[in-house]
């Protein structure tokens, strides 16, 4: 793989355009390039879901975007405005319409303040309102993530399951009314039957308030759930983008394909791949492969793939690939529909105040 | 063997084809803990055999007990605040009854376990041969030279490349997934017979998970090991186990042939469990059907059926008398009085369709009218005993498409009704 390029980008005016993101850590011979010339954007409405192995990059791509870690270079412009090239003092002001969810629910509120402190935290910073005003809204934005905010006042995180403090964390991203919510492995940490509740909060909250997602993940049947497009991502690039329903049916990168067939299937009667599709573990990022980076585990590797990098390119309307052996689709498949009115308008909002 | 605890007789255990009896027989198997929180039923009444050779996978929500499970089957509990009875029957022994010097003849040799988390279970300060010669060298006896011999072979197995130097390492300076093999090496080191796998593989990425399980796989039916496949993912155990025992709240609540407990789901929580994993086969953006609330705590269950405060199909029946274990088809164990697929579950989760009871709803995914959302948040609001609505899926109009094909009969019409006997039909989807 590799996966440079930008054919994937679609027009200027989107919510949120990445381009050549370059995110390094370390010094010298340490130094890693752990998100190496990304390019991707988000329509508004939309939801991208990033996926990956662990080490890919994919964390560290969704920090970069909301400017927690400022790239190294690339630019990053979010509805108009380039956010690398603001002011400390813009870009705090930019930044409360992109708000993060993180993966670990319970180490991510302060386990010594209240939770309705917490939820209050963001407004308080900016001076929005009065305590009372701050507090309504809290306990609104509390209501409207499923926590009854009479027993959240007075309690702390440690009072709460995981899957409550996710939806805590949740209704603190939310304080701001942001635009963009980059969700990093929200659902990780939660046991399924719990995973289905948060998903289900997040895919209201979405349409309610015509958020625009990114959410990056490591599990493909969460990320095909939640996303309008999708991003796959390996050692620092990205593979493959496409919708979900054509992503996984036709994958065309070698990575998205052995990723899908590692899946386990909750079915029996599946049939169960005999051998594991991909040997091999993530090489180091401090030393990635030459050409394609994806090389030294794909099986259709061939000559070019050690010496030159493949572009990003088109393969079909809104399906780009970077790989020079794209595996074909079949001939007689054609894409499923869009996947439905998500980048559409954003739905009626639906009523802010407890009934 | 060890020559360590002289004056107690060694333990024989018979080779585990010549075994009559299964490999591992456990009988009502309890285990509690005396907390400051009170009693904790972390296993209550736990009863399964497994035969050499075989899978038995164990799914549960995070405290359900299975963890705990593992450890009492090997011993490996406190030694206060602890109560336990029942029987753990293994290869004509009662481990319950031996002492720890006993004890130390069985684990390793005999049984041994994976854990979870390589990163806290092995000793990071200690160089990989030690930790994997060190049992070697106790158990069986062996040399120093042999014991380095025969961990190098054991690496090489796991599919550890250049296991001569990766014997030099420490854990710290192994990957994710090589520290796994290397804690399959460990187990294996000395042949155990059953092998107690607790999540191996849940901190792994997908495709790393798949190549550990593979590897399990290929390993148990090389040795005809009998393996205990604990994990939360049903996914993980539909192609890799014989059988699937499925625990709630210290308790199995369903337990069958693996293809059996797919297509003839009887539990309502195996069945909730199966609905709300996001599958790949489903277009994107289709809503989950959530399982409201969260799992009891183990220290003040609820009285009657413990899954009954989160079930679509729970009467008042289920509230206030435990359901007894029943049998449906061969090796088909569940605890249910209003089972998936009967007519008595069939009324049951209509009653409550027409009841709005939220369970049931969050079940069939249907939209719950404005009045009913409205109703559900004001009652949280008024009562704590309505913690299971504020936690349940919240209550807005879901813009999915129309609810009534939803609403049919979980199981398709065309499945025998008659769920006491018969073989498995294949034909019928785990989708219900």
Redesign the interface.
């Known amino acids: 793989m590799a996966g440079s390029g930008t054919a994937q980008l679609r027009g200027d005016d989107l919510l949120l355009r990445v381009e050549h993101l370059v995110v390094e850590f370390g010094k010298g011979q340490h130094r890693v390039r752990a998100v190496s010339d990304v390019s991707f954007d988000v329509a508004a409405g939309e939801t991208l879901g990033l996926v990956g ?2 080490g890919c990059g994919k964390s560290t791509t969704g920090r970069s975007v909301a400017l927690v870690h400022p790239p190294d270079s690339g630019s990053v412009r979010f509805a108009g405005t380039e956010l690398t090239a603001l002011k400390p003092r813009e870009l705090r002001q930019a930044r409360t319409k992109v708000q993060m969810v993180f993966q670990d629910p319970i180490s991510s509120l302060n386990p010594r303040r209240r939770v309705i402190d917490s939820v209050m935290e963001p407004m308080a910073i900016w001076g929005i309102g009065s305590a009372d005003l701050r507090r309504a809204k809290a306990r609104e934005t509390l ?9 959240a006042g007075s309690r702390r995180p440690i009072e709460f ?1 995981g ?2 403090c996710q939806r805590i964390s949740i209704a603190r991203a939310l304080m701001l009314e942001p635009t963009l919510l980059i969700c990093d492995e929200p659902v990780s940490a939660l ?7 948060i ?3 997040l ?2 909250l979405k ?2 308030r015509g958020l625009t997602m990114v959410f990056i993940a ?5 990320v ?5 497009r999708v991003a796959v991502m390996y050692l620092g690039k990205l593979c493959e983008v496409a ?3 054509t992503l ?1 049916r036709h994958p065309a990168h070698p990575y998205s394909a ?13 049939a ?2 005999a ?5 091999g ?2 090489p180091s990022p401090t030393d990635p492969p030459s050409g394609c980076r994806f090389r030294t585990r794909c099986p259709y590797a061939q000559e070019i793939c050690t010496t030159d990098e493949p572009e990003m390119r088109a393969l079909g309307p809104d399906h780009f690939v970077s790989c020079h052996f794209p595996l074909p689709r079949p001939a007689d498949s054609t894409d ?1 529909p869009a ?4 980048l559409a308008a954003p ?1 009626e909002a ?1 009523p802010f105040s ?2 | 063997m060890s020559p360590r605890h002289r004056g107690v007789p060694h333990l024989v255990f018979p080779d585990a084809s010549e075994l009559a009896e299964p490999l591992l027989d456990v009988q009502d198997l309890r285990t509690f803990f005396h907390t400051g929180r009170g009693l904790v039923k972390a296993n209550d009444g736990v009863s399964f055999t497994l035969d050499r050779g075989k899978t038995l996978g164990v799914v549960g929500e995070s405290g359900s007990g299975k963890t705990v499970l593992t450890r009492s089957i090997m011993g490996l509990l406190p030694n206060t605040h602890l109560e336990r009875s029942g029987s753990v029957r293994f290869a004509g022994h009662e481990l319950t009854s031996l002492s720890p010097q006993q004890l130390r003849d069985v684990w390793g040799t005999q049984m041994a376990v994976i854990f979870q988390d390589p990163m806290t279970a092995l000793n990071p300060v200690v160089r990989v041969d030690r930790q994997i010669t060190e049992s070697l060298r106790i158990r069986l006896g062996l040399d120093r030279r042999a014991a380095h011999d025969t961990a190098i072979a054991l690496l090489s197995s796991v599919g550890i490349p250049a296991p001569e130097r990766r014997m030099r390492n420490y854990p710290h300076e192994l990957s994710g997934g090589m520290r796994q093999r290397v804690m399959i090496a460990i187990a294996l080191a000395c042949g155990p017979k059953l092998v107690l796998a607790d999540e191996p593989t849940t901190g792994l990425d997908v495709t790393l998970q798949a190549q550990i399980l593979d590897l399990l796989a290929t390993l148990q039916r090389e040795r005809s090991m009998g393996m205990i496949l604990v994990t939360h993912d049903l996914g993980v155990v539909a192609n890799r186990a014989d059988d699937i025992a499925v625990m709630y709240a210290g308790r199995i609540v369903e337990q069958a042939p693996t293809k059996d407990l797919f297509s003839h789901t009887r539990m309502p929580y195996t069945e909730a469990l199966l609905r709300s994993i996001p599958r790949l086969a489903d277009p994107s953006h289709t809503r989950l059907r959530a399982i409201p609330g969260r799992p009891p705590d183990l220290a003040a269950l609820p009285p009657g059926c413990p899954f009954a405060p989160r079930c679509p199909y729970a009467q008042d029946r289920c509230r206030a008398e435990d359901p007894p274990p029943r049998t449906a088809g061969a090796g088909h164990l569940f605890s249910c009085w209003f089972p998936v697929g009967s007519p008595e579950g069939e009324d049951a989760l209509a009653r409550n369709l027409a009841a709005a009871v939220p369970a049931a709803l969050a079940f069939t995914g249907a939209v719950p009218s404005a009045a009913t959302a409205s109703s559900a948040t004001s009652a949280a609001t008024a009562t704590s005993a309505a913690t299971a609505i504020t936690t349940a899926d919240p209550v807005v109009p879901a813009p999915a498409g129309p609810a009534s094909p939803d609403l049919t009969p979980p199981i398709p019409p065309g499945t025998p009704p008659t769920w006491k006997v018969g073989p498995p039909d294949e034909t019928t989807g785990a989708e219900n």
Do not use: C, F, M, W
Not at chain 1, 191 to 197: I, K, N, P, R, W
Not at chain 1, 258 to 270: C, K, M, T
């Open positions: 192995e662990s209501e409207s993530v499923g926590i009854n905010p009479g027993d399951s899957g409550q046991d399924v039957s719990v995973q289905a509740q998903l289900n909060l895919d209201d349409r309610q490591h599990d493909l049947a969460v095909k759930n939640v996303s309008d919708p979900p329903d996984y052995a990723l899908l067939a590692s899946i386990p299937e909750p079915d029996p009667s599946a169960s791949s051998t594991a599709p991909l040997t573990e993530l499923p996947p439905g009115a998500a739905v639906a407890p009934a």
